[in-house]
Nanobody
Framework: EQLVESGGGSVQAGGSLRLSCAAS????????MAWFRQAPGKERRFVAA????????NYADSVKGRFTISRDNAKNTVYLEMNSLKPEDTAVYYC??????????????????WGQGTQVTVSS
């Protein structure tokens, strides 16, 4: 499964961005999908995950109420809508897929496939 992120960029604090992750292959609809982020000098951290049906989601406390994860299985795409962005949201954002995990899978080692990442920069 190949994952390709897009939609990153630079925005001022309080602004919004929408990230997309397009997957190739025929098994996308079977995977739990997630977003992680990695700031410079820090470890990669869980942001949000969504079930294969799209009916269940889990968020890191730091983004609850501001970020929304969604998916369109017909388009093999998962999205991350980011609102009320803060400078501390600045990071490279990665899309990930797991064939056996759940929306509660917050460890990077539970994910089989990763995208190349897209940079999000939030200025104050």
């Amino acid at each position: 499964e190949q994952l390709v992120e897009s939609g990153g960029g630079s925005v001022q604090a309080g602004g919004s961005l929408r990230l997309s992750c397009a997957a190739s292959g025929s098994s996308f609809a079977l995977y739990t999908m997630a977003w992680f982020r990695q700031a410079p000098g820090k470890e990669r951290r869980f942001v949000a995950a969504i079930s294969w049906r799209g009916d269940s989601a889990n968020y890191a406390d730091s983004v609850k109420g501001r970020f929304t994860i969604s998916r369109d299985n017909a388009k093999n795409t998962v999205y991350l809508e980011m609102n009320s962005l803060k400078p501390e949201d600045t990071a490279v954002y990665y899309c990930a897929a797991t064939s056996y995990g759940s929306t509660w899978s917050e460890n990077i080692y539970e994910y089989d496939y990763w995208g190349q990442g897209t940079q999000v920069t939030v200025s104050s």
